[in-house]
């Protein structure tokens, strides 16, 4: 993914809340699915990360997008974007 891309991706997650909320529990199964049946519908989503989490939120971004072979567009403090071309109905389009 080229930082154009990145940036037009960055732009369009700006508007868009965070759907997930990791916590004390950190990564469990369940949200790794949820998160990819998110992906599939919506190709850009927001995640963020609770206080009482004591993971690193870099560490968290990476093992979602391995699990869920998303890319990690940003993560910022502890909010992360990962993005997923949806295999029916693409609605994003990225720029070359």
Known sequence: MT???RAYLSSLANSITPIFQIGKAS???EIIDAIDD???KRELIK???LKNCI???REIANVIG???HSEVV???GKKMIFYRKAKK???IELPM
């Open 74 to 76: 940003k993560v910022i």
């Open 38 to 40: 998110a992906l599939e």
């Open 55 to 57: 993971d690193d939120p």
């Open 47 to 49: 995640v963020s990360v």
């Open 66 to 68: 391995e699990r869920t």
């Open 3 to 5: 930082s154009k891309q």
């Open 27 to 29: 990564l469990t199964p």
């Open 89 to 91: 109905n693409s609605k």
